[in-house]
């Protein structure tokens, strides 16, 4: 045989000299879930290793994870269900105990990059995504505040904003209210490709968004279709996206690398809740090496094309590296 593909196998230094996929720190976005007041650390029953943190006890966590090589991290409000109402009118409050905490994160770690998710969920009364009037939910009427949200982030120091919605024209309709601001450095990080899926439900858990009636299924993707991916992620380009993004990530590999092979600006997938806490869970039984099972899986984001990963194992795997 002339042709013997084992001999680029045969030792550790000549499978590192031809591996063809690289991850490290640097492709990693760790999501944080923050909740007002001090001294909480709450562990996530259905996402464990993931917490609730107040401001106070998160500052000394986001040291420790910077000096793991974590510089970006994608913040998400707990808010109590008392301050939600049908316009999310808590989202850009002076108030927001989530605005405050973007500041002085920003203040205390200058160096870190900090995203945030625009959508009506985690403030909404309904727990829908957009405005909702007699069970439908309303696009156009729910972009303005979508726009005062996005600002009021900016305002605070965010650096990436992520529409995460899934509404018509947000994208256009937010970068055109950031710049009028005078934030046009602030990035659009688009949920381009995001996905009616089954695996959000660790997330809603942490956040007690879930819809309070009826389901996302009129604004989020059919798992079905993937050209439909194409149509959304160049209206979303076209409308001065920075980034656009897959979620969930592991179902959807093959729309990752569909938007990589078709577009040219930098393409981010989210690992999801649900993708993680299967891992965990199969891991604490003993029926998956959770070192390994978190490694390969974040590999098979970055081959199929993620320039960058939101994922819950972030710090579990930037501790790996360094060993």
Not at 30 to 39: H, N, S, T
Not at 92 to 121: Q, W
Not at 148 to 172: E, F, L, T
Not at 236 to 259: N, Q, R, S, T, W
Request: charged share 25%.
């Amino acid at each position: 045989m002339l042709q013997r593909p084992r001999r680029n196998r045969k030792s550790q230094a000549i499978r590192s000299m031809v591996e063809e996929t690289k991850i490290g720190t640097e492709h990693l976005i760790y999501p944080i879930f923050l909740k007002d007041g001090k001294g909480i650390k709450e562990e996530i029953h259905s996402l464990p290793k993931n917490y609730r943190w107040s401001l106070d006890q998160l500052l000394p966590e986001l040291e420790q994870c910077m000096k793991l090589g974590i510089f970006t991290y994608d913040l998400f409000p707990a808010v109590d269900e008392g301050l939600k109402d049908k316009i999310a009118t808590y989202s850009y409050a002076e108030e927001n105990f989530y605005l405050h905490a973007i500041r002085k994160i920003k203040e205390t770690f200058p160096e870190l990059v900090l995203m945030s998710d625009v959508a009506m969920d985690p403030y909404s009364s309904d727990g829908h995504d957009g405005l909702v009037e007699n069970g439908q939910i309303l696009n156009d009427e729910t972009l303005p505040i979508l726009n005062k949200m996005a600002v009021a982030q900016a305002q605070a120091g965010i650096d990436i904003i992520g529409p995460s919605d899934m509404m018509d024209g947000r994208v256009k309709s937010i970068r055109e209210a950031l710049d009028q601001h005078h934030f046009t450095d602030v990035s659009i990080m688009s949920y381009s490709a995001k996905y009616a899926s089954a695996f959000y439900g660790p997330f809603r858990d942490a956040l007690n968004s879930a819809p309070k009636s009826g389901d996302k299924k009129t604004y989020q993707m059919n798992p079905a279709n993937k050209r439909e991916a194409l149509i959304e992620a160049q209206l979303d380009m076209e409308e001065g996206a920075d980034f656009l993004m897959v979620k969930p990530a592991l179902c959807y590999l093959d729309v990752i690398h569909l938007l990589k092979e078709n577009f040219n600006i930098p393409i981010t997938a989210y690992n999801v809740s649900g993708e993680c806490a299967m891992v965990y869970a199969a891991a604490e039984k003993g029926w998956l090496n959770y070192d390994l099972a978190i490694s390969e899986m974040l590999l098979s984001m970055r081959r199929a094309g993620a320039d960058a990963i939101l994922t819950y194992f972030a710090k579990d795997f930037a501790t790996l590296l360094k060993k």
